[in-house]
T-cell receptor, first 115, second 114 residues
Framework: DSGVTQTPKHLITATGQRVTLRCSPR?????VYWYQQSLDQGLQFLIQ???????AKGNILERFSAQQFPDLHSELNLSSLELGDSALYFC??????????????FGPGTRLTVL | KNQVEQSPQSLIILEGKNCTLQ??????????LRWYKQDTGRGPVSLTI?????NTKSNGRYTATLDADTKQSSLHITASQLSDSASYIC????FGGGSYIPTFGRGTSLIVHP
């Protein structure tokens, strides 16, 4: 158990819908990262937040958005869902945000299926 | 373009044997290189993190090496166990303009047979 929690574990929805994935980081971690993992693309970095502020953006689509709340939990919102958005979505947390070799701890993931 | 190439794509070994996985990268500027173990359907688990000045890092039966000159890294697994069956992912971290930028390899799928 990494200490990072993600809900829900599974999500099945239809094309065009909107969903929200939730992540609670490890106690004491201020950075939250979101990743997408699909069979054809592998792991891809989406976005990073540190202490409530966006710090880095990866291959995140405009249909996707995220935020980190004052209690440090984070939500990833996916809208106008397409079949290709079906994937495992991971959240990870770490202590710092800048140049450092601190460990990232990954949550168990949310499996999203878009029908 | 930043790239991370891993080889082999898949590997089958017998329990108790050693194996070495490779990671070649073209990432600039380089900050650190990480190896993760990922069991099917679960989140990746960090094995090692190496910065530019480190050329070897161990974590139990896992030993990672880094050659920053040739831009190559390897992960050596000693005395393999059935529980080592997993995907091993190499990630190279860059910090461009102060922002975290990871480049992921596609992973090596390792199967350990009894």
């Amino acid at each position: 158990d990494s200490g990072v929690t993600q809900t829900p574990k599974h999500l099945i929805t239809a094309t065009g819908q909107r969903v929200t994935l939730r992540c609670s980081p490890r106690s004491g971690d201020l950075s939250v990262y979101w990743y997408q993992q699909s069979l054809d693309q592998g792991l891809q970095f989406l976005i990073q937040y540190y202490n409530g502020e966006e710090r880095a953006k990866g291959n995140i689509l405009e249909r996707f958005s995220a935020q980190q709340f004052p209690d440090l939990h984070s939500e990833l919102n996916l809208s106008s869902l397409e079949l290709g958005d079906s994937a495992l979505y991971f959240c990870a947390s770490s202590v710092a945000w800048r140049e450092s070799a601190d460990t990232q701890y990954f949550g168990p993931g949310t499996r999203l299926t878009v029908l | 373009k930043n790239q991370v190439e891993q080889s082999p794509q898949s590997l089958i070994i017998l329990e108790g044997k050693n194996c070495t996985l490779q990671c070649n990268y073209t990432v600039s500027p380089f900050s650190n290189l990480r190896w993760y173990k990922q069991d099917t359907g679960r989140g990746p688990v960090s094995l090692t993190i190496m910065t530019f000045s480190e050329n070897t890092k161990s974590n139990g039966r896992y030993t990672a090496t880094l050659d920053a000159d040739t831009k190559q890294s390897s992960l050596h697994i000693t005395a393999s166990q059935l529980s080592d069956s997993a995907s091993y992912i190499c990630v190279v971290i860059s910090f461009g303009g102060g922002s975290y930028i990871p480049t992921f390899g596609r992973g090596t799928s390792l199967i350990v047979h009894p």
